[in-house]
């Protein structure tokens, strides 16, 4: 066990640096101003050096793969590389070009949270943010400790970290708390006045931190995001991210990356450099102003673990009064694992549905309804007193979900208005379409109706589309097949009219209706010539039809 997994926390730290110091270093960081030249020549030549992969000889590949399991990413390409390696400046050129009032910027407390972190990744974090940030920022770094049970992580940390020539502490949870709770400690504990949260398998880049601050400077409201950099799993390569994409989701209330919307594009008169207004943020690397967090209600404390806390966070900045951004000359590498390698009491699955239960309740509004219906047996979550965040969302006077979907959000998956939200079930055969889990470009199936939503379940939108999450039904030719396609919102081979009294759907581009499966192939819906024959009638249940104006 972890020698200090008691609660309470421990502090270390040298005589703080000259304030002056700049974050323009050299590549070899501290120990590169220590000793310049030869330093800088043997640091850009050892493995992973500028950013670059490292590959593991054939006759360790076994070894490597038993250690893969212990973090789920490459443990030994991670502790090859120097804690204080190297990486290009990958900023674009007007970013470089930036300058800013570093005396005037708010200083930060940077919290990490980690449980069972590997010794080279959570120490690769804290060697990127003192070589890259200047140190007149630099509060302090805290370390949380949600309950590790690895010795390394306990005295041998607490020695490590006193030695360092800025200000960290190690705080300890006395129980595994999860993420959420772990990081309201961190916070508690953050003496700047800006906290900015990372993960304990991080690296910051040259120049991450001043565009951050800078925002947060302008605007106290706005909540700040850096653009998120792929550190390889496999390799520890470090791979530059896309300054245009932007965070949305789905029905399922998944956090995804899509690309940014024309307007935002010509909101920004093009110019790249500018902050990016997110619908929502993925939430592991973020700052805030340390008041502003608590104004705004910090996290839902009845959010359990992780998961969900990151649209909970992102919805209520925008309802409230707050601003949204990706600092796009703000670079931060983020090791992202194909799977976790921790467990949670009660299982992940659960304690994710507790959590967006909550956010959707509390949120939401109707459009809770497109969560509940896409996620079957989700109604009987139990979610909690959500009491005291309705009362916060009373009290702080925020907009409506509405109001989101309108004016932050017009592109999102959730269709603003719609006549209908359930399943298509055709009268003759008492089947209904499905999507049978299929992607986009594959045909729609046709099953016996369950009753349950998720697959079964199609709104349809006021742009008169048929939808299933991110998904409509689509037709490019005479005789069919109705395949699934990306949404677009631009009608098309996507319009679709729903007569209520003669029960047909019309697809308008072809003049065609929706027919039962035909001899050609048995488990997909057919289109062909309106007949009026019953197989061509259909019934849409089980939520009240909405009189729109059309």
Known sequence: ??????????SGGRERRSSGQSSSTSSAGFFGRLLPGVMKLKMTDAPGEMGRPVVIPESQKQLMKEKFKINQFNLMASDIISPNRSLSDIRMDACKRKSYPVDALPNTSIVIVFHNEAWSTLIRTIWSVINRSPWKLLEEIILVDDASERDFLGTKLEDYVASLPVQVHVERMGERSGLIRARLKGAARAKGKVITFLDAHCECTDGWLEPLMYEIYKDRKSVVC???????????????????TWGGFNWKLNFRWYPVPQREVERRGGDRSLPLRTPTMAGGLFAIEREYFYEIG??????DIWGGENLEMSFRIWMCGG??????????????????PYTFPGGTGKIINHNNARLAEVWMDEWRNFYYKISPGLHQTDYGDISERQQLRDRLKCKSFRWYLENVYPESQMPLDYYFLGELRNKETGHCLDTMGRKASEKVGMVACHGMGGNQVFSYTKRKAFQNDDLCLDVSALGGPVKLYQCH??????LWEYNKQTQTVVHINSNQCLDKPNSQDKESPSVGLCNGSVSQQWVLGDLEWKKLDR
């Open 489 to 494: 919102g631009l009608r098309g081979n996507q």
């Open 1 to 10: 066990m972890n020698s200090q997994s008691q609660s309470g926390c421990v």
């Open 323 to 340: 601003t949204l951004l990706i600092v796009t000359c703000s670079h931060v590498g983020h090791v992202f694992r194909k799977a976790t």
């Open 298 to 303: 910090s996290y839902d404390p009845g959010m």
């Open 226 to 244: 850096p653009i998120i950099d792929v550190i390889s799993d496999e390799s520890f390569e470090y791979i530059t991210g896309s300054d245009m």
